[in-house]
């Protein structure tokens, strides 16, 4: 009789659609504590136990800065156990509540109220990030990183940029932008962590995302030292500056050196300027005039008479 009384108490509750507090039979939701928690935002995790089968189950989170919450996760489904959602966009020095919540059958169940706190107040200001630039000069086979490297024309360089995120705070959207001097061109090959699949250009601008406290990022590209008939002959001195901004700290910027030797005028061994130093040769008015004059002796029938003047003058 018992067993009977509870099965019309489910039904007439699944038909209401009340909102419960209890376990349904032995289902029941677990609200498990908040990782991965920062300034600014959380991971919340939950667990569902059921014991019996079924496929209409749905669990999220209410979340708020108290227990009448005010924000919920996206709603997923799943057959039972251990589920979690992100939640972002979280306020520094701020207690948050939250709960994780069940749909089984139409019944609605929760779990208990957990607690987190965000970082300190003014945490934004606390993190800080340092850069480090070097590079190395490929073609010619010397890989030893520095600041400051010697080159020739049309020789192969490779930038490393190594980012490192201080203090205990999260340093978000790194943006990273390399303004090429003239006469280094991007040849790309760009890697961010040895990601060798990484989209992007680091001359227009690159988002890194979010580097945690203590956490290490490494981005290298390649670039080609222009034509020798870019630079003028002997040493010239390429800078190569990078600037680094975030949401939560000042712009920062690094720079590498790059000495071109040009040891060849331009033009004097492989640049064809035309000239000779013969007036015939070299002058543009010179064949322009043939041309001209064999034109207007063709066209004016002067050129047969001057062929049998030459013709008779020759008989004599």
């Not at 589920?83 to 019944?107: E, K, M, P, S």
């Not at 987190?116 to 800080?128: L, P």
């Not at 990030?129 to 020789?155: M, Q, R």
């Amino acid at each position: 009789m018992k067993k009977i009384i509870l099965t019309l108490a489910i039904i007439s509750l699944s038909f209401f659609a009340v909102p419960v507090t209890a376990d349904i039979g032995s289902a029941s939701v677990q609200t498990n504590q908040a990782i991965n928690v920062s300034n600014y935002q959380a991971t919340l995790q939950g667990n569902l136990a059921i014991p019996y089968i079924s496929n209409t189950n749905y669990v999220w989170f209410q979340w708020g800065t108290t227990n009448n919450y005010g924000n919920e996760t996206t709603h997923q489904s799943i057959s039972s156990g251990y589920f979690y959602q992100n939640i972002t966009g979280l306020n520094t020095d701020t207690t948050y509540h939250f709960r994780a919540v069940a749909q089984i059958n139409n019944i609605i169940i929760y779990g208990q109220d957990i607690t987190f706190y965000t970082a300190c107040s003014g945490c934004y200001n606390t993190g800080s990030l340092t850069i480090n630039k070097k590079v190395i000069n490929l073609s010619s086979g010397n890989l030893n990183w520095s600041e400051y490297i010697n080159a020739k024309p049309y020789d192969v360089l490779s930038f490393s940029i190594t980012i490192q995120a201080n203090g205990n705070q999260d340093i978000r959207n790194v943006y990273l932008r390399d303004m090429l001097p003239t006469n280094l061109i991007y040849k790309g090959n760009l890697t961010v962590n040895a990601n060798l699949n990484y989209s992007g250009n680091p001359v227009s601008g690159i988002n890194i995302g979010t580097i945690s406290p203590g956490n290490v990022v490494v981005i290298a590209y390649q670039v080609q030292v222009a034509g020798n008939q870019n630079f003028n002959y002997g040493n010239t001195t390429l800078t190569n500056t990078i600037t680094i901004t975030s949401n939560d700290t000042s712009s920062q910027t690094d720079s590498a050196t790059v000495f071109v030797n040009n040891s060849s005028i331009a033009g004097a061994t492989d640049v064809s300027t035309g000239s000779t130093n013969n007036f015939l040769t070299d002058s543009f008015f010179l064949p322009l005039m043939i041309i001209l004059l064999s034109a207007w002796l063709y066209f004016s029938g002067k050129a047969y008479k001057f062929a049998d003047w030459l013709k008779v003058k020759i008989k004599k």
